[in-house]
């Protein structure tokens, strides 16, 4: 085979490449071979060609397929020039005869977050101060979080200072409400650092610049005098904050009067957290606030000292509030005197959804006061007495006058703490068939729930024996308790099966414990306790012959009849307590003193 390469012209782009047919055999085998070898070399220098003649805008005209000259046994194919177009100046035209390896490396841009770092590290320099690296993560977020890094006034300056530039504008005024800033912030969180009035302003300016924040935590940051009277001052006017926590702050009753201020002439705040400060007779003027406020839904009152005076004033407050649904005075005083203050809350309001009572040295007349607004009431769905001194009787006397109020709306009732008797699960059912009903509570005596668990040695009582059988007998006859574990019923009880009465009563009992049971209860030493004397057996048997099957209704109906009169005189003595702390013409209890000249200054707008 020969290759034979015409040029037919000067120009690099017109090219003939010819297979002489004559020289190849027609009869040859490799023929096909030839052929497809002969095109491919063909085809690929026309396609270098066109490459290169595009990339010298020689032409802007499309190339054609190589076409056959001379037939298709010659073999030879042909590329026809390109045409020479006009000139044409709407085209695009690449006149950069540059090489295009030699491009500009491409600009780099700090993002904004990087911006805001180097300003921080700027105010930290020129203040002296070391840059906190918590801080230099918060650029960027939606909130501000620098709780519990007790910063310096320096240190809480240079933040402060750097999150209100970037809410100003360029020419020094403060941003509008609706400009687009780098990010908004909706939540600031300052706990555990000191704010003095200093610091104070700075945190108004960044409310000020920033109008978008909602949730402002200010727990444990010594706020007292001048700086909560400039927050009060603010907030009055300010519009934006739902939620403020003013806890741990060691508030006193000086300053009830700045919180006044807040609850009464703010208008956008739902929730205020008050906890762990010492308001004490401080109550009696946020009382007088919450009759004006219109706004807020939930209060945290929790571990303030409010007793006796506040208590009453407090109740008294919120009883006129008609938008308040959740209230927490837990690990307060309200004793009897508050408890009556309660009752007219909870007969007259109509808001209130969740009260939280727990610890508050509520005692069984305290809560029968309590119990008399929970009559009347149609709204409280969540009441938490937990902790609170309430005697087992009180909580079967409890649940059965809720059964009778037809119109309480009561759902969930918190008795953590709080040791109820045997009458109490079975009035719990029957308010159970009539609507959802959840009771929390800490211990309930077994009546039979199947056999013994295993003991844990740790919690192995080691009292007096005696004072046991007090315990277990208190609501039941000891006769009546012991027939129950008679399993053989031959009248006695062994050793073990004493044991298992003592374990299945809730009262787990060593073995020295048990000897000493053993020995009071078997005076004849024959290893067992006799249930029934000779006597009683007798006429037992004499009465199961005379009426067989009947006689044990007549016992039973004395029974739960007995149980009824017990109830009865329970309640019973409960009014005549709670009379005899009324009488004396007293409105609450005798120890009650209404003061003649308030202690707090009234209250300005």
């Known amino acids: 085979m020969e290759i034979e390469y015409t040029q037919h012209s000067a120009s690099p782009v017109k090219r003939v ?20 070898t002969a ?5 690929n220098e026309s396609r270098a060609m066109m490459s290169r003649a595009l990339s010298r805008n020689l032409t ?4 054609k397929i190589p076409s056959f000259v001379g037939g298709r046994s010659s073999k030879t194919f042909f590329v026809d020039p390109p045409t020479k177009p006009q000139f044409d100046p709407d085209d695009d035209y690449d006149f950069d005869f540059e090489s295009d390896e030699e491009e ?8 904004v977050e990087d911006v805001h770092r180097r300003a921080y590290k700027t105010f930290c320099k020129q203040l002296g101060v070391m840059p906190c690296s918590k801080v230099l993560r918060q650029f960027g977020k939606t909130s501000i979080n620098l709780a519990d890094l007790n910063l310096s006034n320096k240190e809480l300056k240079a933040a402060l200072m750097t999150f209100i530039n970037i809410f100003r504008d360029d020419d020094g005024d403060y941003s509008d409400e609706d400009s687009e800033n780098d990010g908004e912030i909706y939540e600031i969180n300052l706990s555990g650092n000191k704010l003095t009035t200093k610091e104070m302003e700075y945190v108004i300016d960044l409310l000020t610049v920033n109008k978008r924040v909602s949730n ?17 001052d603010f907030l009055r006017k300010s519009n934006t904050i739902q939620k403020l926590d003013l806890s ?7 300053d009830a009067e700045a919180l006044c201020k807040i609850i009464q002439d703010n208008e956008s705040i739902f929730e205020l957290i008050l906890a762990h400060n010492n308001l004490g007779e401080g109550g009696v003027a946020i009382g007088n606030a919450l009759e004006k406020n219109d706004t807020l839904r939930s209060l945290d009152l929790s571990w303030n000292h409010i007793r006796v005076i506040g208590a009453v004033g407090l109740a008294k407050g919120v009883q006129k509030n008609c938008h308040l649904e959740k209230l927490i005075l837990a690990w307060n005083g309200f004793g009897f005197e508050g408890s009556v203050a309660l009752k007219r809350l909870l007969e007259n309001n109509t808001s209130l959804l969740h009260l939280d009572l727990s610890c508050n040295r509520i005692h069984p007349p305290a809560l029968f006061e309590i119990i008399k607004g929970l009559e009347k009431n149609k709204t409280l769905s969540l009441l938490n007495l937990s902790q609170n001194p309430i005697t087992a009787p009180m909580t079967s006397i409890f649940l059965s006058r809720l059964l009778r109020a037809k119109h309480s709306g009561l759902q969930e009732l918190d008795l953590a703490g709080i040791v109820v008797d045997k009458e109490f699960e079975s009035v719990l059912e029957k308010i159970r068939e009539k609507r959802l009903f959840t009771v929390r509570y800490d211990t309930s005596l077994p009546v039979n729930k199947g056999a013994a668990v295993k003991v844990d040695p740790k919690n192995v009582f080691n009292i007096d024996p005696i004072r046991i059988l007090y315990f277990m007998k208190e609501h039941l006859r000891t006769i009546d308790l012991f027939l129950k574990f008679d399993k053989d019923s031959n009248n006695c009880l062994t050793r073990d099966e004493m044991q298992l009465a003592f374990e299945m009563e809730g009262y787990p009992i060593s073995q020295e414990a048990m000897d000493s049971v053993m020995s009071y209860l078997d005076t004849n030493k024959d290893g067992s306790v006799d249930l029934l004397i000779p006597l009683l057996q007798e006429e037992i048997e004499r009465l199961h012959t005379k009426f067989p099957g009947t006689y044990r209704e007549f016992i039973d109906g004395e029974r739960k009849l007995k149980r009824k009169l017990i109830q009865e005189r329970e309640e019973q003595k409960l009014r005549q307590s709670a009379e005899e702390e009324l009488r004396g013409g007293h409105e609450y209890s005798q120890a009650y003193r209404r003061p003649a000249n308030p202690k707090l200054p009234p209250i300005r707008k």
């Open 60 to 63: 802007r005209a499309s190339l």
């Open 216 to 232: 402002l935590v200010l727990s444990g940051c010594h706020l007292a005098g001048e700086s909560l009277d400039k927050l009060a």
């Open 17 to 36: 490449i010819s297979v002489i047919p004559e020289v190849i055999p027609e009869d040859s085998e490799q023929l096909p071979e030839l052929e497809f």
């Open 248 to 254: 741990n702050n060691d508030l006193t009753d000086k």
């Open 104 to 111: 500009s490396s491409p600009i780099s841009y700090d993002s």
């Open 39 to 43: 095109s491919r070399l063909s085809r």
